[in-house]
């Protein structure tokens, strides 16, 4: 990931009107060093830092920097896993292990018909594949 990053998602909360508070530097910083983690796995990761950090608050300061369009999310079964994403890209999801891969734009091509086209005006796309990762398939997980 970009260094640079975390200056473009402060300036991105202040363009749009959010505020840059500890907890949310401090999940930015979470979400730039774990790949794709659920809510739960950042409030495990963070407790030894913050022992008094509850989940309801990395939970609200996740909904809160999506809202504010800085983390994207993503839905898998009945939890969410979240990113900051400096560039659109496509997802694999392992229904095995779980895992969410970024896969980028080029790889993958996406043709929408006319009739879909002028029906709905789409402005992106974006892809998650599901299926059975290398990692699980060399195991035998398949």
Same mark, same amino acid.
């Given at each position: 990931?970009?260094p640079?990053?975390?200056?473009? $998602?402060?300036q991105?909360?202040k363009?749009? *009107? *959010?505020? =840059? ?13 774990? +790949? ?5 796995e ?5 407790r ?13 300061t996740?909904?809160?920097?999506? +809202?504010?369009?800085? $983390?994207r %999310?993503?839905y ?10 400096? /560039?659109?890209?496509h997802?694999?999801?392992?229904? /095995?292990? %779980?895992?969410l ?11 929408v018909s006319q ?7 789409p402005?992106?796309?974006? $892809? =998650? ?5 290398? %990692?699980?398939?060399?195991? *035998?997980?398949?």
């Amino acid at each position: 990931m970009n260094p640079g990053i975390i200056d473009t $998602v402060i300036q991105r909360i202040k363009e749009r *009107g *959010g505020r =840059v508070t500890v907890q949310r530097l401090a999940i930015i910083n979470v979400l730039m060093r774990l +790949d794709h983690p659920t809510a739960e796995e950042i409030y495990q990761f963070m407790r030894p830092e913050f022992p008094t950090l509850s989940f309801t608050t990395v939970y609200n300061t996740l909904k809160s920097l999506k +809202d504010l369009d800085v $983390v994207r %999310e993503y839905y898998q079964d009945e939890r969410s896993r979240f990113e900051i994403s400096e /560039n659109p890209h496509h997802h694999f999801h392992c229904v /095995n292990c %779980e895992k969410l891969v970024d896969i980028d734009r080029g790889d993958i091509t996406v043709h929408v018909s006319q009739p879909t086209e002028n029906q709905f005006a789409p402005f992106e796309t974006e $892809v =998650v594949l599901h299926g059975i990762c290398q %990692e699980c398939r060399v195991k *035998g997980k398949e």
